[in-house]
């Protein structure tokens, strides 16, 4: 009998609290007991109005920042009992992010800066060069290996950023606003490539404030008051 996947990612009545009201602080919770699955092969928006939590989600999502109260699993690994070192290397090991800002080297090669993920997986340096430039033509960039992040356009930084993160074939993809700083149409041709990337079997989850931008993805958990108010599409 075929056993059943693990969730890439299962929150148990997740909280995070900012503030201690025993020194005369305020207390704001961002993110306020929520639980939800997100089995392989899914691609899931959050979205929600400013303040509502959607970056500390993010930041829990991504083992940035550890929850006040709850459990957080990432393949079936319990990231809360973990030691900084392991959350780490899990993150490391688990999760590709893909930013808004683009976060690439500037006086970097295209090549190289999707290489870096690799260096710290102390994949030798034949390997590294093969993997990237295997997803960097994966991405529509294959000839453009050499190109520093000032001779790309926008549309064409962040598919290098994707590739980046997509080199150490991660479990997830977690992308945060990632069409905010391009025009409608480089960030209709990215909202292509996720699409055509969770057709391959890709896990993805995108965090937006931009409804026609969570309309592509197959699924939408909202959030308000850091509390999950609707999850549409869930499987």
């Known amino acids: 009998m075929k056993s059943k996947p693990l969730p890439v990612v299962e929150f148990r009545e997740v909280s995070r609290v900012y503030g201690n009201p025993k020194i005369g602080g305020e207390v704001v919770k961002a993110v306020d007991k929520i639980s939800f699955k997100v089995m392989p092969g899914e691609f899931v928006a959050i979205t929600g109005p400013s303040g509502s939590g959607k970056s500390t989600l993010l930041h829990l999502i991504g083992l940035l920042d550890r929850p006040t109260a709850g459990e957080i699993l990432i393949d079936g690994v319990d990231a809360s009992k973990l030691s900084d070192q392991r959350l780490a290397k899990l993150r490391n090991q688990k999760i590709g992010f893909v930013f808004q800002?683009?976060?690439?080297?500037?006086?970097?090669p295209a090549i190289r800066n999707v290489e870096l993920p690799l260096v710290y997986a102390t994949v030798s340096a034949s390997q590294r060069r093969h993997l990237a430039a295997q997803m960097l033509t994966k991405v529509g960039l294959g000839d453009r290996f050499t190109h520093f992040p000032s001779q790309l356009s926008g549309g064409q930084q962040q598919r290098v950023a994707i590739a980046r993160a997509l080199v150490t074939r991660p479990s997830l993809l977690l992308a945060d606003e990632p069409t905010g700083?391009?025009?409608s149409h480089s960030g209709d041709e990215i909202m292509k490539l996720f699409t055509t990337l969770h057709s391959e079997g890709g896990t993805i989850i995108l965090v937006t404030h931009e409804p026609d931008i969570a309309a592509r993805a197959k699924r939408q958990?909202?959030?308000k008051d850091g509390k999950l108010i609707s999850d549409k599409g869930k499987k």
Request: glycine content about 0%.
């Open 101 to 108: 800002q683009f976060n690439l080297l500037r006086r970097t």
């Open 181 to 183: 700083n391009l025009d």
């Open 221 to 223: 958990i909202i959030i």
